[in-house]
């Protein structure tokens, strides 16, 4: 009805926003067809029937429909009875900005005491946009299993036409910056200019970056002035709605978890995600073990959680009487 085919292979995940009205009216629908309510973390209620999930998150809301009968339920259920239009298929008008060259920029790790600050960026046009989104390309905070993150990282790498860069600041080299900056948000900057540079020499005519609001956008564009690097960059709340970012949130993810991963195995210590007392045990853990210079190798020093984690250590690591 709009001029604009539906694609030719089912989608097996679509999110939606949501207004609150919307979130409980799609609750009294999933109730109406049997769907079988439980418990899941950050959503306001989660629904399943045989192999179709439906969750709406807090945040947003937002609403997320996964598994072969997806496609179907939006058309027929979702759309006509909640949204009251139809867009599933029909993106490329909606949100034409999505379907146009650009980059999309994402970070993973700013939040995280342990680990690094990873940084990743994805180019994309009509095409791919297209081949992302029926592949189940979503923001990458939406998506809690190592495994799911990995399978979508090398979907994003194998989709034909695309470029992709990662750059992984390491705790070490995290701290010397943040030290330099004396502000996270400068580092960041570096870093965004830095994976936009890495994007413009495989996709040199590139017109456009997207990237999250994480500061005020005259941050990002001294970075890039820095650089000399030329480009038009748009910065909004909520980029990850974009394609493009979600996909470079996903790129970033897969290489901090992986980080995480195989510094718990190396160390003998599982390091949790996050700055919680649960950060702060096992910070305690590892100074105990290794001794306190450890955390300038696994850690961001200037989080407050350093002095929690130190409190009651001698300068050699061991416990004060």
């Known amino acids: 009805m709009f001029g604009v085919q539906h694609r030719d292979m089912p989608a097996n995940s ?13 609750r009294g629908v999933l109730e109406r067809d049997g769907f079988e309510f439980a418990e899941k973390p950050y959503t306001i209620f989660a629904a399943k029937k045989g192999k179709l999930n439906v969750s709406v998150y807090e945040k ?12 179907d339920f939006v058309r027929f259920t979702l759309e006509p009875e909640i949204l ?17 060259p650009h980059f999309g920029i994402d970070e993973s790790g700013k939040g995280d005491y342990f680990g690094p600050l990873v940084i990743a960026g ?19 905070k939406r998506i809690s ?6 399978a979508l990282s090398e979907t994003i790498r194998n989709t034909p036409g695309i470029a992709t860069a990662v750059i992984s600041i390491g705790p070490e080299r995290y701290n010397e910056l943040h030290t330099s900056f004396g502000n996270v948000n400068r580092l960041l900057a570096w870093g965004h200019a830095r994976t936009i540079g890495r994007l413009l020499e495989q996709r040199p ?21 820095q650089l000399k690097l030329e480009i038009q960059l748009d910065q909004r709340t909520k980029a990850e709605s974009d394609v493009a970012v979600a996909a470079a949130s996903i790129l970033a993810r897969e290489r901090f978890v ?3 991963e195989k510094t718990s195995a190396a160390g003998g210590i599982t390091l949790p995600l996050g700055a919680s007392d649960a950060v702060i045990d096992a910070g305690k853990q590892l100074v105990e073990r290794h ?18 984690i130190l409190e009651g250590f001698d300068p050699d690591g061991t416990e004060s009487a």
């Open 291 to 308: 001794g306190p210079a450890i955390l300038e190798r696994t850690a961001k020093r200037h989080f407050r959680t350093t002095e929690r």
């Open 258 to 260: 992986d980080w995480m």
């Open 14 to 26: 679509h999110t939606a926003a949501l207004t609150a009205e919307q979130a409980e009216k799609l």
């Open 205 to 225: 005519k590139c017109p456009r970056a997207l990237s999250d609001q994480f500061a005020q956008p005259q941050v990002l564009q001294r970075a890039l002035k």
């Open 145 to 150: 299993s190592a495994k799911r993150i990995r």
């Open 60 to 71: 947003g809301p937002k609403v997320l429909v996964q598994g072969k009968e997806t496609e």
């Open 122 to 140: 994805a180019y994309v046009d009509a095409s791919i946009s297209r081949a992302l989104l029926d592949a189940g390309i979503m923001d990458s």
């Open 84 to 100: 009251g239009e139809a867009r599933l298929g029909y993106e490329e008008v909606h949100n034409p900005e999505m379907f146009e």
